[in-house]
């Protein structure tokens, strides 16, 4: 079993930058892929980022892609989302997913632990 902490939500204006921070517990995530998920009210939960269990291979959505970046530090069991010229569209609940597999995916029905999500909120 694995236990995510998401952290490093806030408020933030538009440009500007936040680093979410994902601790697992219970389990070292050193052979699992690891996700990033976003969900904005009345929207379904969409992937954001995923990097690989070591670092190797790594996906981005297209809305984010030159503007997010997804790092792992398997030392610590953390994974990081640091995000930059944030928008207000980028306003979401942000959930860490980790699967049990060395790959990552896109489909969030491949992830078998998540978080309890962290609120980032982007003003105009």
């Known amino acids: 079993q694995v236990q995510l902490v998401e952290s490093g939500g806030g408020l933030v204006q538009a440009g500007g930058s936040l680093r979410l921070s994902c601790a697992a517990s219970?389990?070292?995530?050193?052979?699992?892929?690891m996700g990033w998920f976003r969900q904005a009210p009345g929207n379904e939960r969409e992937f954001v980022a995923a990097?690989?269990?070591?670092?190797?291979?790594?996906y981005y959505a297209d809305s984010v892609k030159g503007r997010f970046t997804i790092s792992r530090d398997n030392a610590k069991n953390t994974v990081y989302l640091q995000m930059n010229s944030l928008k207000p569209e980028d306003t979401a609940v942000y959930y860490c997913?980790?699967?049990?597999?060395?790959?990552?995916?896109?489909?969030?029905?491949?992830?078998?632990?998540w978080g309890q999500g962290t609120q980032v909120t982007v003003s105009s």
């Open positions: 219970g389990r070292t995530l050193s052979s699992t892929a």
């Open positions: 990097i690989s269990w070591n670092g190797g291979t790594i």
């Open positions: 997913a980790a699967r049990r597999f060395i790959l990552p995916n896109r489909a969030k029905s491949d992830y078998d632990y």
